[in-house]
């Protein structure tokens, strides 16, 4: 008979209980013989003999790993017993003779436990938690294999052989993705496709669009499964929150996929120069990228939708869509939403998720252990849409509580609350049957929990919830109450799923959160309330210091945040953790110092509702204009020109109401910034008379100096050239007075009006200025924006008297000056003037005849002017690409782009470029004639 011998720390009584009847009885009551030092009275011999006879004599020893049993193995716990002491050197003596090859000793950890309470020297074997996976542990020591193998036939079968990819490296899994239950039914078709996307040089993205439960999930689960020799870099966007509008950061991907693929560089100057990189890791060896639930990262509302909101993720996704087959990169997206950056590329292909066909619906019904005539059960099918996560709920209750009879679905209520749409609708029926069955057990509590969150959680937070006793929610609820639930809702409903690789991490369908987070605000407003504040001390209170450093250590912060709004506790959730610990007042931390323009929008997302038109009416009146301005100013960074529009007129409104006048000058100029780079250049303009008008009310001088240089450069982009030269020269008087040593219009100011004085010829003035700003940006340590915006200048000045005097001095200058610029800008992390500094820079390459740095450059401007609607850049760009088509003689694709710049001349008032454009069109009209 096989022999069992357990090795185990006295923890507690309840925990030397626990061993003994929920190990040792058990084990002999399945026929084992098992020995611990339970049943052993008084010995004759020394227990340390008795420890070493017990361990040599046993087939087995099981290692009840805790946290306790861990220090006392390693020696660590003085003031405890020895026992454990002295059988782990035996144990790691063992191994050690025998060159680490184990017969004998298998971790076994609580169901509470920890895989970190294991000794090293076992982590490299089988380990087993308890009780759930004790049938695994059982069959392994009474050698009762699972499966039984067939004889092996006496001859090899021959299979069809698939185009070899090239050269493949060593593979690596890196999966993120939910794991959801049950069998896989029918997507033939969808098999299909993806089966043969991975020879088609012709596909390198497949997007699947689908409603949430119709099974986008599962499918790529089942089919990765069955291609285990793919290297595959997997993630899914619900893990950060699954609804539409929800402002979600693309940081937590980003950091996964450059940390799993070992990459050299972890910093970047923009968020395309990210996307790229990533995209080029990934294209040093054939894989599957797949991006799941895409939606949180996609622009909802009409007009917009289906948008990419991140530069990195579209510059990645851009990147692989443009790739060549011998670096072939599979990329597959899920979403409920098309990606319309993705439109009419020839490589990317879009499917339409439909719901299971009846006959797939029976047989996951079935499989489930539904019974009935086959008739009955695709008229249940039907009835439930053939929505795959709502006939796999109804499955479950049915066998469940009704013994799998269909017939007896009859008695699942209809909806009380009309909740959901026509598709997550029958699914919110069945989880209504759940709810009312489970009623205040702590099944039913427990799901109002996960309610409380939208992404998967810990059971360490659970577990603190639940010793908070919070009235109606986990009040009366026990520890051994949550771990039978727990467990109940992962074997018996199938309702919950644990992470493969972390399984104190659970899950469940975001449908399932949605619908029990809103039972749970809605009946019970209470104890929704007292939890979300309970997570908002906690999470607080994580953090090693006051102030973190990193995104990583931030992450607690962003949680209490939501949370704190989610309890209506937007002022000191606003004030005491996001101003103070996050933002830290005018630093501007998160974005000046680590570049995570959209992880801080994601945590101002909170304070409003929806995002981005009002803030929470309990915050203070000046924190309301300030996060909208905030809010703005950000969404204008991140190239998000049309939403950072509503957001800055706001916040322009309540400024002008608390008669707050530097404040109203501010974003009164920002605003007249963000027309002109919109093509609005009667908004511009209006703007930047306020912005003046604010600025003289506030009695500031920079402000009144510097928003007259606003209102000038949107006049001179009008042609109003002979008022904006008037206003520069007045601001320049005023800087005269201000500061007499600094006599000289400087910074983003110096950089409008030497524009200006460029367009009017006087290039040896231009440079003279520019060298003096600069030597004076970089003796005060400026920043990155105002030393890049004096050495654009020089660079278009040199550029210019490069052609004008045919100086190859010249020339090189300009061409140092351009690349310094990029860095800068890049470094600085503005794609506003990056734009404008590769549009002249793609001029300087024309006139040198450096035709495909040229296009280069343009095509690089292009992606950024076009995504974030930037018109004026656009008609810069049509000109400049019409100048270049006419210096390669492409006559055709010359007068096409002058068309379009010649419409955008009408459409904005952009009058500045009108002579350009009038001169490029006689040229035009002139080629056409010869």
Same mark, same amino acid.
């Given at each position: 008979?096989?022999?069992?011998?357990?090795?185990?720390?006295?923890?507690?009584?309840?925990?030397?209980?626990?061993?003994?009847?929920?190990?040792?009885?058990?084990?002999?009551?399945?026929?084992?013989?098992?020995?611990?030092?339970?049943?052993?009275?008084?010995?004759? +011999?020394?227990?340390?003999?008795?420890?070493?006879?017990?361990?040599?004599?046993?087939?087995?020893?099981?290692?009840?790993?805790?946290?306790?049993?861990?220090?006392?193995?390693?020696?660590?716990?003085?003031?405890?017993?020895?026992?454990?002491?002295?059988?782990?050197?035996?144990?790691?003596?063992?191994?050690?003779?025998?060159?680490?090859?184990?017969?004998?000793?298998?971790?076994?950890?609580?169901?509470?436990?920890?895989?970190?309470?294991?000794?090293?020297?076992?982590?490299?074997?089988?380990?087993?938690?308890?009780?759930?996976?004790?049938?695994?542990?059982?069959?392994?020591?009474?050698?009762?294999?699972?499966?039984?193998?067939?004889?092996?036939?006496?001859?090899?079968?021959?299979?069809?052989?698939?185009?070899?990819?090239?050269?493949?490296?060593?593979?690596?899994?890196?999966?993120?993705?939910?794991?959801?239950?049950?069998?896989?039914?029918?997507?033939?078709?969808?098999?299909?496709?993806?089966?043969?996307?991975?020879?088609?040089?012709?596909?390198?993205?497949?997007?699947?669009?689908?409603?949430?439960?119709?099974?986008?999930?599962?499918?790529?689960?089942?089919?990765?499964?069955?291609?285990?020799?793919?290297?595959?870099?997997?993630?899914?966007?619900?893990?950060?929150?699954?609804?539409?509008?929800?402002?979600?950061?693309?940081?937590?991907?980003?950091?996964?996929?450059?940390?799993?693929?070992?990459?050299?560089?972890?910093?970047?100057?923009?968020?395309?120069?990210?996307?790229?990189?990533?995209?080029?890791?990934?294209?040093?060896?054939?894989?599957?990228?797949?991006?799941?639930?895409?939606?949180?990262?996609?622009?909802?509302?009409?007009?917009?939708?289906?948008?990419?909101?991140?530069?990195?993720?579209?510059?990645?996704?851009?990147?692989?869509?443009?790739?060549?087959?011998?670096?072939?990169?599979?990329?597959?997206?899920?979403?409920?939403?098309?990606?319309?950056?993705?439109?009419g590329r020839s490589h990317v292909k879009t499917k339409d998720l439909h719901n299971l066909i009846t006959a797939d619906g029976v047989r996951l019904l079935q499989d489930l252990g539904v019974t009935g005539q086959k008739h009955e059960l695709a008229k249940a099918v039907e009835e439930y849409g053939n929505h795959a996560l709502a006939l796999s709920l109804l499955g479950n209750i049915l066998v469940y509580q009704y013994d799998g009879l269909v017939t007896q679905r009859? +008695?699942?209520?209809?909806?009380?609350?009309?909740?959901?749409?026509?598709?997550?609708?029958?699914?919110?029926?069945?989880?209504?049957?759940? =709810?009312?069955?489970?009623?205040?057990?702590?099944?039913?509590?427990?799901?109002?929990?996960?309610?409380?969150?939208?992404?998967?959680?810990?059971?360490?937070?659970?577990?603190?919830?639940?010793?908070?006793?919070?009235?109606?929610?986990?009040?009366?609820?026990?520890?051994?109450?949550?771990?039978?639930?727990?467990?109940?809702?992962?074997?018996?409903?199938?309702?919950?799923?644990?992470?493969?690789?972390?399984?104190?991490?659970?899950?469940?369908?975001?449908?399932?959160?949605?619908?029990?987070?809103?039972?749970?605000?809605?009946?019970?407003?209470?104890?929704?309330?007292?939890?979300?504040?309970?997570?908002?001390?906690?999470?607080?209170?994580?953090?090693?210091?006051?102030?973190?450093?990193?995104?990583?250590?931030?992450?607690?912060?962003?949680?209490?945040?939501?949370?704190?709004?989610?309890?209506?506790?937007?002022?000191?959730?606003?004030?005491?953790?996001?101003?103070?610990?996050?933002?830290?007042?005018?630093?501007?931390?998160?974005?000046?110092?680590?570049?995570?323009?959209?992880?801080?929008?994601?945590?101002?997302?909170?304070?409003?509702?929806?995002?981005?038109?009002?803030?929470?009416?309990?915050? =203070?009146?000046?924190?309301?204009?300030?996060?909208?301005?905030?809010?703005?100013?950000?969404?204008?960074?991140?190239?998000?020109?049309?939403?950072?529009?509503?957001?800055?007129? =706001?916040?322009?409104?309540?400024?002008?109401?608390?008669?707050?006048?530097?404040?109203?000058?501010?974003?009164?100029?920002?605003?007249?910034?963000?027309?002109?780079?919109?093509?609005?250049?009667?908004?511009?303009?209006?703007?930047?008379? +306020?912005?003046?008008?604010?600025?003289?009310?506030?009695?500031?001088?920079?402000?009144?100096?510097?928003?007259?240089?606003?209102?000038?450069?949107?006049?001179?982009?009008?042609?109003?050239?002979?008022? =904006?030269?008037a206003l520069f020269k007045e601001a320049e008087q005023l800087q005269q007075q201000r500061q007499p040593y600094y006599p000289l219009l400087y910074s983003l100011q110096g950089f409008r009006y030497c524009q200006l004085l460029l367009a009017s010829g006087e290039l040896d003035t231009v440079i003279q200025r520019a060298e003096q700003t600069l030597v004076w940006s970089k003796e005060a340590n400026a920043g990155l924006l105002n030393i890049a915006l004096d050495k654009?200048?020089?660079?278009?000045?040199?550029?210019?008297?490069?052609?004008?005097?045919?100086?190859?001095?010249? +020339?090189?200058?300009?061409?140092?000056?351009?690349?310094?610029?990029?860095?800068?800008?890049?470094?600085?992390?503005?794609?506003?003037?990056?734009?404008?500094?590769?549009?002249?820079?793609?001029?300087?390459?024309?006139?040198?005849?450096?035709?495909?740095?040229?296009?280069?450059?343009?095509?690089?401007?292009?992606?950024?002017?076009?995504?974030?609607?930037?018109?004026?850049?656009?008609?810069?760009?049509?000109?400049?690409?019409?100048?270049?088509?006419?210096?390669?003689?492409?006559?055709?694709?010359?007068?096409?782009?002058?068309?379009?710049?010649?419409?955008?001349?009408?459409?904005?008032?952009?009058?500045?470029?009108?002579?350009?454009?009038?001169?490029?069109?006689?040229?035009?009209?002139?080629?056409?004639?010869?």
């Amino acid at each position: 008979m096989t022999k069992i011998f357990i090795s185990y720390s006295w923890d507690s009584p309840e925990h030397k209980d626990w061993v003994f009847f929920e190990i040792a009885e058990k084990l002999r009551d399945d026929g084992l013989e098992c020995v611990s030092d339970h049943d052993v009275g008084f010995q004759e +011999q020394r227990w340390t003999n008795w420890m070493e006879d017990q361990i040599e004599e046993a087939d087995f020893v099981l290692v009840v790993c805790t946290e306790i049993y861990l220090k006392r193995y390693r020696g660590k716990d003085t003031d405890g017993g020895r026992g454990v002491t002295y059988e782990g050197a035996i144990i790691s003596q063992t191994l050690y003779d025998a060159h680490c090859r184990n017969k004998k000793f298998i971790a076994v950890i609580p169901e509470a436990g920890s895989f970190d309470n294991v000794p090293s020297i076992l982590k490299g074997y089988n380990i087993y938690q308890l009780p759930q996976q004790y049938d695994d542990l059982f069959r392994i020591i009474s050698k009762q294999p699972e499966y039984e193998s067939s004889p092996v036939s006496p001859s090899i079968k021959t299979l069809p052989v698939k185009k070899k990819l090239n050269n493949p490296a060593p593979t690596f899994r890196h999966n993120r993705l939910t794991n959801p239950k049950g069998n896989f039914f029918g997507r033939v078709e969808e098999l299909a496709l993806l089966d043969n996307a991975l020879t088609d040089t012709d596909t390198f993205i497949i997007q699947f669009i689908a409603a949430g439960g119709t099974g986008k999930t599962k499918l790529l689960h089942y089919w990765l499964d069955q291609h285990t020799e793919l290297s595959v870099l997997a993630w899914s966007f619900y893990s950060q929150g699954a609804s539409e509008d929800k402002q979600v950061s693309s940081s937590p991907f980003f950091d996964f996929a450059l940390e799993q693929l070992n990459a050299e560089q972890r910093t970047f100057n923009s968020d395309e120069d990210k996307g790229d990189y990533l995209a080029k890791l990934l294209k040093t060896q054939p894989c599957v990228l797949v991006l799941d639930g895409l939606e949180p990262l996609q622009h909802a509302t009409k007009g917009m939708r289906g948008e990419l909101k991140h530069k990195d993720i579209r510059a990645l996704l851009r990147s692989l869509a443009s790739q060549t087959p011998d670096s072939k990169v599979l990329c597959i997206i899920t979403s409920r939403l098309a990606v319309q950056d993705l439109d009419g590329r020839s490589h990317v292909k879009t499917k339409d998720l439909h719901n299971l066909i009846t006959a797939d619906g029976v047989r996951l019904l079935q499989d489930l252990g539904v019974t009935g005539q086959k008739h009955e059960l695709a008229k249940a099918v039907e009835e439930y849409g053939n929505h795959a996560l709502a006939l796999s709920l109804l499955g479950n209750i049915l066998v469940y509580q009704y013994d799998g009879l269909v017939t007896q679905r009859e +008695q699942i209520a209809e909806l009380i609350e009309e909740d959901g749409d026509s598709t997550s609708r029958h699914a919110f029926k069945v989880m209504q049957a759940y =709810a009312h069955s489970f009623g205040e057990n702590a099944e039913g509590r427990l799901l109002n929990l996960l309610g409380l969150f939208d992404h998967p959680i810990d059971k360490t937070v659970l577990r603190w919830l639940r010793e908070q006793q919070i009235a109606d929610l986990t009040a009366g609820m026990n520890e051994r109450e949550f771990n039978r639930a727990v467990q109940s809702l992962i074997k018996d409903h199938h309702l919950l799923s644990q992470q493969e690789n972390t399984p104190e991490v659970i899950d469940c369908h975001p449908l399932l959160r949605e619908y029990f987070g809103k039972q749970l605000q809605t009946h019970c407003p209470s104890a929704w309330q007292q939890a979300h504040e309970c997570l908002y001390h906690y999470y607080q209170t994580l953090p090693k210091q006051p102030q973190p450093d990193t995104l990583a250590e931030m992450q607690p912060l962003f949680a209490a945040v939501a949370h704190g709004c989610a309890a209506g506790l937007y002022k000191p959730a606003y004030i005491d953790v996001y101003d103070s610990r996050i933002r830290r007042g005018n630093e501007d931390f998160l974005t000046r110092k680590l570049g995570a323009f959209s992880d801080d929008l994601a945590v101002l997302a909170h304070f409003f509702s929806p995002p981005w038109s009002q803030p929470a009416a309990s915050l =203070a009146d000046r924190d309301k204009a300030v996060a909208l301005g905030i809010v703005g100013f950000y969404l204008r960074a991140l190239g998000r020109l049309r939403e950072a529009l509503p957001a800055m007129q =706001a916040s322009l409104t309540m400024h002008i109401e608390q008669k707050n006048w530097q404040e109203a000058a501010l974003t009164a100029s920002n605003l007249s910034e963000l027309a002109l780079l919109l093509g609005e250049l009667t908004q511009a303009i209006d703007y930047g008379k +306020q912005a003046v008008s604010y600025a003289d009310d506030s009695k500031n001088e920079f402000l009144r100096m510097g928003f007259r240089t606003t209102l000038a450069d949107a006049l001179a982009q009008s042609g109003e050239l002979a008022q =904006a030269l008037a206003l520069f020269k007045e601001a320049e008087q005023l800087q005269q007075q201000r500061q007499p040593y600094y006599p000289l219009l400087y910074s983003l100011q110096g950089f409008r009006y030497c524009q200006l004085l460029l367009a009017s010829g006087e290039l040896d003035t231009v440079i003279q200025r520019a060298e003096q700003t600069l030597v004076w940006s970089k003796e005060a340590n400026a920043g990155l924006l105002n030393i890049a915006l004096d050495k654009l200048t020089l660079a278009n000045a040199y550029s210019q008297r490069a052609v004008r005097d045919h100086k190859l001095n010249d +020339q090189q200058t300009a061409a140092d000056f351009f690349q310094q610029a990029i860095a800068g800008l890049e470094a600085a992390g503005r794609q506003d003037w990056l734009t404008r500094v590769l549009l002249d820079r793609a001029a300087f390459y024309r006139q040198s005849q450096q035709y495909d740095k040229a296009q280069q450059d343009l095509n690089r401007a292009f992606d950024i002017a076009d995504y974030s609607g930037m018109r004026l850049y656009l008609c810069d760009y049509h000109l400049e690409a019409a100048r270049l088509a006419l210096a390669q003689h492409e006559h055709a694709s010359a007068t096409q782009h002058h068309t379009k710049a010649e419409a955008l001349i009408k459409a904005t008032g952009y009058h500045r470029r009108l002579a350009n454009c009038q001169e490029l069109g006689r040229c035009l009209t002139k080629l056409s004639k010869t």
